[in-house]
């Protein structure tokens, strides 16, 4: 591979010991930088006949410390691998190697007419490979799906270092539907080195509008009677005053600051259509009682709205050197009651909460700010992100809607799955990985006792009381 | 040249250990970034030099613990000083962290960690030969007439620098030096009426684009401007960026007196690295008694010339100029001062001129001020990437704002033997409007 | 778990276990039909117990020797249907006639549209394309969010939420629609709603073959039109005829079909008559099917379709029928013209090899008995990486084999000779 792309020197592991989710750290062995799918498969079959654990890594965007070498051993970077193989114009597809930026494949497809559609807040850096292994979802994705919908082969190099490929160039599943299962594995199943994923051709008309609301409680209506009327937004976010006041400073985008709530609403497809849905839309934002409303005049305008809305959570950096957020899904139904009770929480505990999120999925991004060196105000989140958890899987949700299980959420599987529901999930890892070297220690909630004490453990993120240390 | 130790006051840990709070480890910086682009290692990008930084600082703080598991500075100085300081990622960066005054509060801290001997050399130079018109006039005649007297040819052709790699890089690099058509101080150009600017010549940008100057001076006059030529010294740029701020605010100091005694309405640059030290200038001086005032006053009217062109809509171009041309963004201008479009709505104004896109303009070209001398290999790679997109434009014209990335590209393209030309954009302004 | 034989009595006299007759003939099997998912791992336990397969298709269920066919018919409790959050937890028991008007009293629908009688746990088992959304495949693995599995060691497994997005844990939803009952028994599903359309409106046409222009303007105008049209078909029974359903509001339809005729060049209308015969058709019951799965470009579609035409030319005398835009061409035999395996088995590899060339693949789907091993040999990939994991999962969840499917075959020893003495 080259000296050049093997990287062991100490401050070297150390840039690789965290992701985006800085709350877990721990430095791998090694870091390798491999270049094509042989290369990592060798890297595997290494680690495999060695028994060394190994953990794949994208562009380090993931928050939920999903590409964090919690046993050490090899990190495996695979942004290298960043090329685009094949644009199929004619059948809707591209097929690249997972180290392609997300963003990068939609500037490839500017002049065809096509667009990638799942598109996260950090699409401008994530790659297509960490998108796939968490099933990353995305503001447009109420409309056109997550990544999963959008994947139709994978090349995979399997934990024992063998390579396969499934699927072609239909969304047909041919025999069990494996990629289904590998999207979303988290690595922990093996190493995706490339895929074919799906193209869909661009609207026509797209509409961008921007709706305030003076409470919670009316936008969180007005969301609500959008979906149950059954008209699907291209986009449907929203913003609280707190994420308005960063986003204006970091874009200078002139969102209003004087309302509780602002909702980011898109309408695409011919232009019909979307006439058609606007007086619809228009309708019930009126009668939610929306202070004021904007549309976007132009393509820029409408680029410049989605640049902050998906560089908020970042934009909080200007408050808090930190942050801490939770991935729930609700039913959307709920969304009005649970809010208020997450703004009580913060209020409770004194800390600084910013809510942006994907409502039209009902799909929380309750992002707590913090300074880590505050070890009070440490405790405090904490103890408030448990509580604004409760809150959600009362009202019916999920732990995580598109950024995965990771570290940083596995003890909480135990909440929300049975013993024999996890068992099932551990059989499936133990099929692909009977070592438990891929990506070790992932999802599944780590038990006490299993000779796991070298990690510093005394993270509270990563225990919890009674049976689970 | 003296071997005292120069004295430069280190930055304090906690200033530093808080600007580096903002950054939240997004990741957002990283495919902005070259270095991280060629090497594919994350200690080479924005987000593993700042994360290295906050490490070794809070180690040095935290006493408690084992001190030889601390990271060291010379374990982090090579990949601070690998940055190009391209500025990208400030760009990308939606947390506002302020990467370029991190990296250059923490190349003062460095400092102790170069080789002194180097590190004397490099102040000699930037204190001494950069500033004197004189002495670089007089490395230029050799230079000029090692090229002319076909002595680089036999040199090119006998491959005898093939020994020395690094020189033969090095060599690689010296364009051909043009004729000089000297300035004289106190010089003017067209109507004392018009409103009133100070062309800033630069060291490296009159020597080796001389022409750029008088191109400048015949767009701006031909926009009814009235170009004056005061008294004036090396920016500082490179003693800037390398963390010698004496060097630095003495070079400044004499630019804000001496330039802002001719009262201009505009200070005027055409180098985009000279403009984005000359608007520092501000930061510089900033607790620098008077020249506090007089260097914000001095910053304020600091803009590059094709910024100020933007500003009207160009007086008519008499000849249409028919080529198709490809912008390169100078790191300089696009992301240290933030003059994105400026360039381009000027050049869309000039008849016949067909602006081509090229992909990844604004990506660093590997030259970043001495970064091609120090870094010879990772310049090397950048670059590459760079005439890659360029040869896809097929533009007849590159043009680029910048003395460091002309001399870049000029030796990227000519290794490739690519003919096409390279210009500065107020050339082709200048050349728009007939004699 | 061991059943007790007091356990045993207590199904049989609650008819839960009874034994199977076809006709008038009584068969050495039972039929099985719990009232309860605790029932329904009751039963699996009994299969294991004495090895004999289980099945829940009917038809397969005839193929065996002492079948256990478990009908879930009593299965069909709504246990939640979250009307605002356009989300339904039902049993799979259920008929899709059932659950369509259940829903419509609601103003709500299941968005693919099948058979009134199909049941609810065939659909997902099967992962079953509807014509209707055929437009993005049609699949139902898009609208489950969660489901409940009884896996053959009796256990009763829980997967995904009431909620449209979710990635906690492995996406087991993904994995178990279309595992074509052969991993467990799905009792229950949550479903992703929509609300019933204000209006919805079918054109039938006569046009000329697919090989003809009219379909390059055709299949951008689909895609443009993609929210809107649910459904695109083109059959061939001695000539080719178009079947298009959009959905929307009524005077949205004016537009459409203006455009839909200048695409076409002032096409013929079929009559009403026709389009109802298509849009029965279109659910492929009771009849043998050939699925291809191609890229859904032009030109994969015409070089399929002429490789068809040269393989059987007698083509014109049974349905084919082409899924624009989704990329499905399907050949459909009934009974009494189904050829003989030797005649088919030549031409099916080279279709099969032709597919896996543009990206695609064959499937067959009830497909007459002797065709199994061959039906076996195209329902699951060639890679033998692929092929190992996929038996290797199998035999995770249903180590026994107890559970398979003529639609995904695991073969086994065991297996080969029931199939093969059926």
């Known amino acids: 591979m080259g000296h050049r792309f093997v990287l062991d020197g100490p401050e070297e592991l150390i840039a690789y010991e965290c992701d985006a989710c800085l709350l877990i750290k721990n430095a791998p062995e090694i870091v390798v930088l491999p270049k094509t799918t042989q290369e990592v498969s060798q890297v595997v079959s290494f680690c495999h006949t060695h028994k060394i654990p190994f953990t794949a890594r994208g562009a380090g965007t993931g928050l939920s410390g999903g590409a964090l070498p919690l046993k050490g051993g090899v990190l495996i970077s695979l942004n290298r691998m960043d090329q685009i193989l094949e644009i199929d114009t004619e059948n809707h597809t591209a097929t690249v190697e997972v180290g392609v930026v997300n963003a990068h494949l939609n500037q490839a497809l500017e002049a065809t007419g096509l667009f990638y559609a799942p598109d996260p807040s950090s699409q401008s850096a994530c790659t297509l490979g960490g998108n796939i292994a968490e099933n990353a979802g995305g503001i447009h994705c109420i409309k056109y799906g997550v990544t999963t919908d959008h994947i139709l082969a994978l090349e995979v190099v399997l934990p024992d270092g063998k390579i396969t490929r499934l699927g072609g160039k239909t969304r047909s599943s041919h025999g069990l539907n494996l990629i289904g299962l590998l999207v979303g594995s988290e690595g922990t199943l093996g190493i995706i080195t490339q895929a074919t994923v799906q193209l869909t051709p661009k609207p026509t008309e797209i509409r961008a509008y921007l709706a305030t609301f003076s409470t919670i409680e009316s936008a969180g209506n007005a969301v609500s009677q959008i979906i149950a009327s059954g008209l699907i937004p291209s986009a449907l976010e929203f913003m609280d005053a707190f994420t308005v006041k960063a986003v204006n400073q970091a874009y200078d985008i002139g969102f209003p600051e004087d309302s509780e709530a602002v909702l980011l609403i898109e309408l695409d497809g011919t232009l019909h259509v979307v006439l058609d849905q606007e007086d619809r839309l228009m309708a019930i934002l009126s009668e939610n009682n929306a202070q004021q409303t904007r549309s976007a005049q132009t393509a820029e305008d409408r680029q410049a709205i989605w640049a902050a809305r998906k560089g908020a959570v970042a934009a909080y950096g200007r408050f808090q050197p930190a942050f801490y957020l939770h991935d729930t899904v609700i039913p959307r139904s709920e969304l009005t009651s649970v809010l208020k009770k997450i703004l009580a929480i913060g209020k409770k505990h004194q800390i600084l909460i910013g809510n942006v999120f994907h409502a039209g999925d009902g799909n929380l991004h309750p992002n707590i700010l913090f300074d880590p060196d505050d070890a009070d105000m440490l405790q405090r989140i904490l103890k408030g992100g448990e509580e604004i958890l409760d809150v959600c899987l009362q009202a019916g949700g999920v732990l995580s809607g598109e950024h995965g299980i990771g570290i940083e959420k596995s003890k909480y599987m135990s909440r929300l799955f049975s013993e024999a529901d996890l068992n099932k999930m551990k059989q499936i890892k133990a099929a692909f990985d009977p070592q438990q070297l891929s990506n070790p220690l992932k999802i599944f909630p780590i038990r006490a006792g299993c000779g796991e004490t070298h990690l510093s453990i005394s993270n509270p993120l990563l225990t919890t009381g009674g049976a689970w240390i | ?435 | ?422």
């Open chain 2, 1 to 435: 040249m003296t071997f005292s130790e120069p004295s430069t006051p280190l930055p304090s840990t906690n200033s530093l250990l808080n600007s580096l709070k903002s950054c939240i480890h997004c990741g957002f910086c990283l495919p902005v970034c070259p270095t991280y682009k060629v090497t594919g290692s994350e200690v080479e990008s924005p987000r593993g030099r700042l994360y290295l930084l906050k490490h070794m600082l809070q180690d040095a703080k935290n006493e408690s613990d084992e001190p030889n598991e601390h990271l060291q500075p010379k374990q982090i100085e090579p990949h601070l000083s690998q940055c190009l300081g391209c500025l990208a990622c400030e760009t990308a960066c939606p947390s506002g962290v302020p990467y370029g005054d991190i990296l250059h509060q923490s190349q003062k801290m460095f400092l102790t960690q170069k080789n002194p001997f180097i590190r004397h050399l490099k102040r000699f130079f930037f204190q001494t030969v950069l500033p004197n018109s004189n002495l670089l006039q007089f490395g230029a005649f050799w230079l000029r007439l090692y090229q002319k007297a076909g002595l680089q040819r036999l040199v090119r052709f006998s491959n005898v620098l093939s020994l020395l790699p690094l020189i033969q890089h090095y060599e690689a690099l010296i364009p051909p030096i043009p004729q000089h058509k000297p300035f004289n101080i106190g010089m003017s150009f067209g109507n004392p009426e018009h409103e009133r600017v100070a062309l800033f010549t630069g060291c490296i940008m009159d020597v080796m684009y001389n022409s750029v100057h008088w191109a400048t001076i015949k767009a701006l006059v031909n926009n009814g401007y009235y170009v004056t030529l005061p008294e004036q010294t090396c920016c500082g740029a490179l003693a800037y960026h390398g963390g010698e701020d004496d060097i630095a605010k003495k070079l400044a100091r004499k630019n804000v007196l001496s330039i802002l005694r001719s009262q201009p309405d505009w200070v005027i640059t055409n180098s985009a690295g000279c403009g984005s030290t000359l608007k520092d200038y501000t930061k510089l001086l900033a607790n620098d008694g008077i020249y506090a005032e007089k260097s914000r006053l001095f910053s304020e009217k600091t803009v590059d010339i094709m910024a100020l062109l933007a500003k009207k809509p160009l007086k008519p171009c008499r000849l249409p100029i028919p080529q198709t041309v490809a912008y390169h963004a100078a790191c300089h201008l696009h992301h240290a001062q933030g003059i994105i479009n400026e360039p381009e709505n000027v050049l869309h104004q000039i008849e016949g001129l067909t602006l081509l896109p090229l992909k990844d303009a604004a990506f660093c070209c590997g030259s970043a001020g001495i970064y091609n001398l120090e870094h010879p290999e990772l310049s090397n790679d950048i670059l590459a990437e760079k005439i890659r997109h360029i040869e896809a434009t097929q533009a007849q014209t590159l043009v680029t704002g910048n003395p460091g990335c002309l001399l870049q590209i000029t030796k990227g393209l000519q290794e490739n033997a690519n003919p096409m030309r390279i210009a500065h954009p107020i050339e082709l302004v200048a050349e728009s409007y007939s004699k």
């Open chain 3, 1 to 422: 778990m061991d059943l007790s034989t007091q356990e045993l009595e207590a199904l049989e006299s609650s008819s839960v276990i009874q034994p199977l007759s076809i006709g008038d003939i009584q068969t050495e099997g039972f039929i099985l039909t719990p009232n309860k998912v605790e029932q329904v791992a009751q039963l699996l336990h009994i299969s294991v117990q004495q090895k004999r397969p289980l099945s829940l298709n009917y038809n397969d269920a005839l193929l065996m020797e002492h079948p256990l066919w478990m009908n879930m018919k009593h299965l069909k409790t709504i246990r939640n249907h979250r009307i605002n959050d356009l989300i339904i937890t039902v049993e799979t028991g259920i008929t899709m006639g059932e659950l369509r008007q259940t829903l419509a009293s609601q103003g709500q629908q299941f968005p693919l549209s099948y058979p009134d009688d199909l049941l609810l746990a065939d659909v997902i088992a099967q992962d079953r394309p509807a014509a209707e959304t055929g437009l993005s495949g049609g699949y139902p693995r898009d609208y489950v969010l969660g489901l409940e599995m009884v896996t053959p060691d009796g256990e009763i497994t829980h997967y995904g939420g009431e909620v449209v997005k979710n990635v906690t844990g492995y996406d087991l939803n993904k994995f178990y629609t279309g595992s074509h009952h052969t991993l467990g028994v799905i009792t229950a599903v949550t479903l992703k709603l929509a609300p019933l359309p204000e209006a919805t409106q079918d054109w039938g046409f006569y046009v000329s073959s697919p090989h003809h222009p009219w379909l390059e303007d055709l299949l951008p105008w689909l895609h443009q039109h993609r929210h809107q049209l649910t459904a695109c078909e083109l059959f061939q029974k001695e000539s080719w005829a178009l079947w298009i359903r959009a959905q929307g509001t009524k005077n949205s339809f004016s537009t459409l079909e203006a455009e839909l005729k200048a695409c076409l060049g002032n096409p013929k209308p079929t009559s009403s008559q026709t389009t109802r015969s298509f849009l029965k058709r279109t659910h492929l019951d009771q009849s043998h099917l050939l699925r291809l799965t191609i890229p859904k470009g032009l030109s994969a579609l015409r070089k399929t379709l002429k490789e068809i035409e040269s393989l059987f030319p007698e083509v014109k005398s049974y349905p084919i029928q082409l899924r624009l835009a989704a990329g499905f061409v399907h050949l459909i035999w009934q009974p009494d013209n189904m050829p003989q395996l030797t005649k088919l088995k030549q031409p099916l590899k080279q279709l099969a090899k032709l597919a896996q060339n543009q990206g695609g693949h064959l499937q067959l789907l009830d497909f007459p008995s002797d065709f199994l091993s061959l039906t076996q040999k195209l329902n699951l990939p060639n890679d033998p990486v692929a092929q190992a994991l996929m038996y290797q999962l199998k035999a995770l969840y249903d180590p026994h084999n107890i559970l398979h499917s003529r639609h995904l075959v695991f073969s086994s020893p065991s297996h080969t000779k029931e199939s093969s003495s059926s």
